[in-house]
């Protein structure tokens, strides 16, 4: 008669066999590759656990083909990291990747052609970014944000604003004492967070709240978040024009006309 513990081992390498025959096959360099949880996973594969033999890394297929009363399988739970390294090898696990991207960020398209077509610049933006973060002398991080299924070119035409032409963007003489080396505000808690602006034109928004934020910490100690939509709705008398522009310049004017500007919570509510 056999043990139990003989008859758990038969229990996982008949299950795991019928899975891999059921399942389709599995490309070269895929979920199998993977010796840990935490790139199996990553990598939006499955870690499945069964008693008596090792743990190994499964297509999310072949896991559905497993016994759960046999196999304890960890399918992708944990999301991928978006400081990429290294970029999938195969089509199958880019794809994955880039599905999870998507659930990510809500995203969705309008036809398969034009899904085909963010994933081809998905995966170059990938590519960018796996290179740069393996760079040994770079001093800063990339990863996969909201925009990685969009070209440069794109985004400068959907979220950057054409250059301004303008006494307040004129340089002008300027009297230098002495600095330090290096300042980095951030380390006295004067820097507001990265806000995104959407495809407004309402840069000039940003810039005013971003220097009286500063300036506000500076001078009171306290860090309050200013409202961009408070000068989208009420400054255009002062030549601005909402989403089509407008300059911080004459935000000041509206400003101090006003008496101040109402904070991003009151704004919302």
């Given at each position: 008669?056999?043990?139990?513990?003989?008859?758990?081992?038969?229990?996982?390498?008949?299950a795991?066999?019928?899975?891999?025959?059921?399942a389709?096959?599995?490309?070269?360099?895929?979920?199998?590759?993977?010796?840990?949880?935490?790139?199996?996973?990553?990598?939006?594969?499955?870690?499945?656990?069964c008693?008596?033999?090792?743990?190994?890394?499964?297509?999310?297929?072949?896991?559905?083909?497993?016994?759960?009363?046999?196999?304890?399988?960890?399918?992708?739970?944990?999301?991928?990291?978006?400081e990429?390294?290294?970029?999938?090898?195969?089509?199958?696990e880019?794809?994955?990747?880039?599905?999870?991207w998507?659930?990510?960020?809500?995203?969705?398209?309008?036809?398969?052609?034009?899904?085909?077509?963010?994933?081809?610049?998905?995966?170059?933006?990938?590519?960018?970014?796996?290179?740069?973060?393996?760079?040994?002398?770079?001093?800063?991080?990339?990863e996969l944000?909201?925009?990685?299924?969009?070209?440069?070119?794109?985004?400068?035409?959907w979220?950057?604003g054409?250059?301004?032409?303008?006494?307040?963007?004129?340089?002008?003489?300027?009297?230098?004492?002495?600095?330090?080396?290096?300042?980095?505000?951030?380390?006295?808690?004067?820097?507001?967070?990265?806000?995104?602006?959407?495809?407004c034109?309402?840069?000039?928004?940003?810039?005013?709240?971003?220097?009286?934020?500063?300036?506000?910490?500076?001078?009171?100690?306290?860090?309050?978040?200013?409202?961009?939509?408070?000068?989208?709705?009420?400054?255009?008398?002062?030549?601005n024009?909402?989403?089509?522009?407008?300059?911080?310049?004459?935000?000041?004017?509206?400003?101090?006309?006003?008496?101040?500007?109402?904070?991003?919570?009151?704004?919302?509510?």
């Amino acid at each position: 008669m056999k043990s139990p513990l003989v008859l758990v081992v038969l229990s996982c390498l008949l299950a795991a066999h019928a899975a891999a025959q059921d399942a389709p096959p599995a490309a070269e360099g895929s979920c199998h590759g993977f010796t840990s949880r935490d790139a199996c996973v990553k990598n939006q594969c499955a870690w499945c656990v069964c008693a008596a033999v090792p743990s190994s890394c499964y297509t999310p297929e072949e896991a559905e083909q497993l016994p759960p009363a046999v196999f304890q399988c960890d399918k992708g739970l944990a999301a991928p990291s978006w400081e990429l390294t290294t970029v999938p090898s195969t089509s199958v696990e880019l794809g994955r990747l880039f599905d999870a991207w998507k659930d990510a960020h809500g995203k969705s398209y309008d036809s398969p052609a034009q899904n085909e077509l963010r994933r081809g610049i998905f995966e170059v933006n990938a590519r960018s970014v796996a290179a740069h973060n393996r760079r040994v002398d770079r001093s800063f991080t990339m990863e996969l944000n909201e925009f990685a299924d969009t070209t440069w070119d794109e985004f400068q035409s959907w979220y950057l604003g054409a250059p301004q032409q303008c006494s307040a963007t004129e340089a002008s003489g300027v009297e230098y004492g002495e600095v330090p080396s290096q300042k980095d505000w951030r380390a006295e808690g004067a820097v507001s967070p990265v806000k995104n602006q959407g495809k407004c034109g309402s840069c000039w928004t940003f810039s005013t709240t971003g220097c009286l934020e500063s300036h506000l910490k500076l001078k009171h100690g306290e860090f309050t978040i200013l409202s961009e939509q408070n000068l989208l709705d009420c400054a255009q008398a002062f030549d601005n024009h909402g989403c089509n522009g407008g300059l911080p310049s004459h935000a000041f004017e509206y400003v101090k006309y006003n008496g101040g500007l109402d904070t991003e919570e009151v704004r919302r509510v």
